[in-house]
């Protein structure tokens, strides 16, 4: 009997109780983790003009959902963008992001204003970079995704003489629930 009262206290404070789920408020949840990933390395060289900032975008072109759309310049580098349901298209961009299809996904970097853009185009399986596993994920079809984050590792901005040069390397990390 002893036996049997310590594994159901065990069992109610691991939060095991048959019936328990995530969207349960009751019972404890997960932990966040990052679900996939992809990093970025974009620029272009002697573009003309002078510029002092560059923008950087990620959508789906398919229906222009567009999740970051973020003006930045070189004091920025190191910092990271956090991007959370509050954020007027996480909604939308989520739901591309989980509906099971393998989508486009567009990223690109443009000096700012309208200057030269650099950038690419490809399937979420050949971007997306699995979280704990590690593997390359055709989309996070059944996970909850609670935010990304950008992470802006290193931004540069070099003028020349009538050029401007640029560089960009960042990372977007889905986190969630499995």
Partial sequence: MRIYLIMLVCFIACGLVIGCSDDDST??????????????????????????????SILYPATSDTLVNLLVDETDSGTTLTITAADPHFSD??????????DQLRTATELHPGGCTSGSQGSESTLLLGGLKRD?????????VTKILVHLDELFIYRG??????????????????
């Fill in 27 to 56: 019972c404890p949840q997960s932990p966040e983790q990052p679900l996939a990933q992809f990093a970025r390395i974009e620029g272009y060289e002697n573009c003309q003009g002078t510029y002092y900032s560059f923008r950087i």
């Fill in 93 to 102: 961009f989520v739901s591309m992001l989980t509906n099971g299809v393998n």
């Fill in 136 to 144: 390359f994920l055709v989309d996070l079809e059944g996970t909850q």
């Fill in 161 to 178: 003489s009538g050029t401007t040069s640029y560089g960009a390397a960042y990372r977007v990390v889905f986190m969630g629930r499995p």
